[in-house]
């Protein structure tokens, strides 16, 4: 159980264009996703946190307009790199809040996104 | 600022024998404290956490040990295996659902 799923796994874009990325939760629901971004042999950096039916909440430093985030549903997330420039080629990690009596995050399998 | 600090960077240890990884933080307020490994290109799985109210917790071959006066844990692996060679990260956050503070990561390698 608590399988946390992205998709794509991995995406090649072009500079200028906007690349969406898909976070599902498999077998629970999540009022709360987390976005992370890690570059290589480094840690995982935390963008935002994404609450269902509302606003996400952006960390300090991280664009708003350029990283998109909507949280329609309890079991979805996406995050938008709107015009992608090469420094945004990284590794994007979101995480699902199990809420019960542990709440622990449970993490998807990464989406690589190259920019060209 | 790093508000989790992690040591050693990397960690080679033959197999059979236990990896040692250490964390410091300074924020009293953390109170939960995961464990995650992460191999190559995927995402990081949670192994084993723990709260301030205990000392030690073991799950199989992994055991965190806490020592909340110096505002540090700690990660062992016993018989350390190969297929155990992975990145591993300690985290703090105020509660379980709460921001996590990542460490820096630990690159273990199990030799054969």
């Known amino acids: 159980g608590a399988v946390v799923s992205q998709h794509p796994s991995w995406v090649i874009c072009k500079s200028g264009t906007s690349v969406k990325i898909e976070c599902r939760s498999l077998?629970?629901?999540?009022?709360?996703m987390f976005w992370y971004r890690q570059f290589p042999k480094k840690s995982l950096m935390l963008m935002a946190t994404?609450?269902?039916?509302?606003?996400?909440?952006?960390e300090q430093g991280v664009e708003k307009d350029k990283f998109l985030i909507n949280h329609a549903s309890l079991t979805l997330s996406t995050l938008t790199v709107t015009s992608a420039h090469p420094e945004d080629s990284s590794f994007y990690i979101c995480?699902?809040?199990?809420?019960?009596?542990?709440?622990?995050?449970?993490f998807g399998p990464g989406t690589r996104l190259t920019v060209t | 600022q790093q508000q989790v600090k992690q040591s050693p960077q990397s960690l080679i240890v033959q197999k059979g024998g236990i990896s040692i990884i250490n964390c410091a933080y300074e924020?009293?307020?953390?109170?939960?404290f995961p464990w995650y490994q992460q191999f190559p290109g995927k995402g990081p799985a949670l192994l084993i956490a723990?709260?301030?109210?205990?000392s030690e917790k073991k799950e199989g071959r992994f055991t965190i040990s806490f020592n909340k006066s110096a505002k540090q844990f700690s990660l062992h692996i016993m018989d350390s295996q190969p297929g155990d060679s992975a990145t591993y990260f300690c985290?703090?956050?105020?509660?379980?659902?709460?921001?996590?503070?990542f460490g820096a990561g630990t690159q273990v390698v199990v030799t054969p």
């Open positions: 995480s699902a809040l199990l809420s019960g009596s542990s709440y622990e995050q449970y």
């Open positions: 077998d629970f629901q999540a009022t709360t």
């Open positions: 994404s609450n269902e039916g509302s606003k996400a909440t952006y």
């Open positions: 924020n009293t307020a953390f109170d939960y």
């Open positions: 723990i709260r301030p109210d205990v």
């Open positions: 985290a703090a956050a105020r509660d379980s659902w709460g921001k996590l503070q």
